[in-house]
């Protein structure tokens, strides 16, 4: 469950918000979607193979798994970030000391694993 009470799925350590769901089907975004532009999607279906949910993956993350809550402001400094490297714009200079930037990278996942769900929470509550 998310902190405003959603369900999240736990992908590798990756968590997908649900998008839509239909009889059959639930659609589910990667929850970097909107600061991040992150095309990784999932799709889960009522039946299960060898007593595991079935989920078909597609895309991919542009970003490592973020195990913590992000600082208040520094969500619109990725969004700039992100649509520099996307339109290939040099960065801006400040007047004050800039803050070292990390190269986003795409971990190699060999194939989707669900994670206790213990795991896939960022804080516990109690």
């Known amino acids: 469950m998310s902190k405003r009470g959603k369900t999240q799925l736990c992908v590798d350590g990756f968590l997908y918000m649900r ?3 239909s009889d059959e ?3 589910w975004s990667c929850n970097q979607f909107r600061v991040l532009g992150c095309t990784a999607r999932a799709t889960t279906g009522r039946g299960k193979r060898d007593g595991k949910p079935i989920i078909k993956l597609r895309g991919f993350h542009n970003h490592r798994i973020i195990m913590q809550r992000r ?3 520094e969500c619109a400094k990725l969004k700039e970030q992100y649509a520099r490297e996307r339109d290939g714009l040099p960065e801006r200079t400040e007047h004050a000391v800039p803050e070292q930037t990390v190269p986003l990278s795409i971990p190699a996942v060999s194939q989707p694993s669900l994670l206790p769900m213990a795991q896939c929470f960022l804080k516990q509550e109690k």
């Open 19 to 21: 998008v839509k769901a």
């Open 25 to 27: 089907l639930q659609y």
């Open 71 to 73: 600082k208040p402001g």
